[in-house]
């Protein structure tokens, strides 16, 4: 029988594949992360994990254990759930909502819209996390997330979308001497005859993949893939060190600049579109008045920028 910490250190470590940030979650030592780990690998009788100075990885046989133990924990937290929410109806708190975000910017807006969401609801909690883009969809299948405010497209059997809340111009985000820092704006085309750097080991459909980190260019073109970032604010620094380039909202320059970074627009992208997203199963009953006030302090149109900011309308180099 798996004791709670061993099952809640495996999944978590296993969506993190971070010890230190796996500990901060779980609010544990590192070492205690790592000796519940390496006792649970005895019980298993084989390594669940590959560690190294770099990263972790899951072996075979932790992926494996993974994908079977990760079902009936989400099972787990949906029931826990919904008997908070069903207790918190007879005391002060009447229920947690548990929001996450992706971006700054989006990160913004749900701030906003937790603050007003209180102010309306006094009686209830909500909490705030942010998705790492790498697995923008664990959260919500462990149960640890309520809805999210990320990017689409997502089209899952077990995830409900709702619209768009607002929508970001693409650029590319280049080092300062490339020769792509020195245009007026690229083309999806000119992928092509560049290096794009990605995300490694990205647990999210190949569709969301292609259409933020594209293999091939419009007319077909291979794309060449560069370093692959564990986590996306890694991206930048690769950026800026030469390893190559990266698609990005043009919102990213405000948030990310920093010397050694052009962001340049993509003239023929298609835009970054945010929107909510939920589990289909298990519903949180606040999710219906929180959305609400979503849809209130979203922008009145798409083409507008979250939280009052309007774009400088060119790019920018750091």
Not at 161 to 185: I, K, N, Q, W
Not at 227 to 255: D, N, T
Not at 284 to 305: C, H, Q, R, S, Y
């Amino acid at each position: 029988m798996l004791e709670r910490l061993e099952l809640e250190a495996f999944l978590v470590l296993a969506e993190e594949l971070h010890f230190g940030r796996t500990a901060e979650r779980l609010h544990v030592t590192t070492s205690r992360i790592s000796q519940t780990v390496k006792r649970l690998e005895r019980r298993v009788g084989a390594p669940l994990f590959i560690r190294n100075s770099r990263r972790v990885t899951l072996t075979e046989l932790g992926t494996r254990l993974r994908d079977d133990l990760l079902p009936a924990y989400e099972q787990i937290g949906h029931g826990l759930a919904r008997a908070v929410a069903a207790a918190g109806r007879g005391s002060r708190t009447r229920g947690v909502l548990r929001v996450g975000w992706s971006t700054p910017w989006c990160g913004n807006l749900v701030v906003r819209a937790a603050e007003v969401f209180r102010a309306r609801h006094p009686d209830c909690a909500v909490e705030l996390r942010e998705i790492q883009l790498r697995d923008p969809l664990g959260g919500m299948r462990a149960g640890t997330i309520d809805v999210q405010l990320t990017e689409f497209p997502v089209v899952e059997t077990d995830i409900t979308t709702g619209r768009p809340v607002f929508t970001e111009p693409r650029a590319l985000m280049v080092p300062a001497d490339h020769p792509f820092a020195f245009e007026a704006s690229v083309s999806l085309e000119d992928l092509a005859d560049t290096v794009l750097v990605t995300l490694a080991d990205a647990r999210v459909p190949r569709y969301w993949m292609d259409r933020h980190f594209p293999r091939r260019t419009p007319a077909g073109r291979p794309v060449p893939q560069g370093p692959a970032a564990l986590y996306w604010p890694e991206i930048p620094v690769y950026v800026a060190a030469g390893a190559g380039v990266s698609a990005v909202a043009a919102r990213a320059e405000r948030f990310h600049a920093r010397p050694g970074l052009t962001f340049v627009p993509l003239r023929d992208a298609s835009t970054v579109d945010y929107g909510p997203m939920w589990p289909t199963a298990g519903r949180n009953p606040l999710l219906a008045p929180f959305l609400d006030v979503l849809g209130e302090l979203a922008p009145p149109t798409a083409a507008t920028w979250p939280c009052g900011c309007p774009p400088d309308g060119g790019r920018g180099r750091a």
